[in-house]
């Protein structure tokens, strides 16, 4: 069983800043790799943020240089510090976690989703 449920979304203006916290049932970030997606109405769901066990991390460049990806293994959690918010990062964010078995069978985990508004 892997349960990854996510907090810490909630309405800001834009400038300002929120933490994504994303807590795991189990130490599964040792060994997962781990990302935020995010999906708007209308739009299509995106990769925000990733992250490997090994702290390897990729962003997507409309988020790069304004958000933060990071790993707490002992924690058991991920997040994702988002600076800068701007209206356009107005979407739900879901926690994801996923592994390639030894065939290269991809296994995906995913929170709940938390909603993140900018908005003056």
């Known amino acids: 069983q892997v349960q990854l449920v996510e907090s810490g979304g909630g309405l800001v203006q834009p400038g300002g800043s929120l933490r994504l916290s994303c807590a795991a049932s189990?130490?599964?970030?040792?060994?997962?790799?781990a990302g935020w997606f995010r999906q708007a109405p209308g739009k299509q769901r995106e990769l925000v943020a990733a992250i490997t066990p090994g702290d390897m991390t990729n962003y997507a460049d409309s988020v790069k240089g304004r958000f933060t990806i990071s790993r707490d293994a002992t924690k058991n959690t991920v997040h994702l510090q988002m600076n800068s918010l701007k209206p356009e990062d107005t979407a739900v964010y879901y926690c994801?976690?996923?592994?390639?078995?030894?065939?290269?069978?991809?296994?995906?985990?995913w929170g709940q989703g938390t909603q993140v508004t900018v908005s003056s």
């Open positions: 994801n976690a996923n592994r390639y078995n030894v065939h290269g069978v991809r296994f995906d985990y």
């Open positions: 189990g130490s599964i970030f040792s060994i997962y790799a």
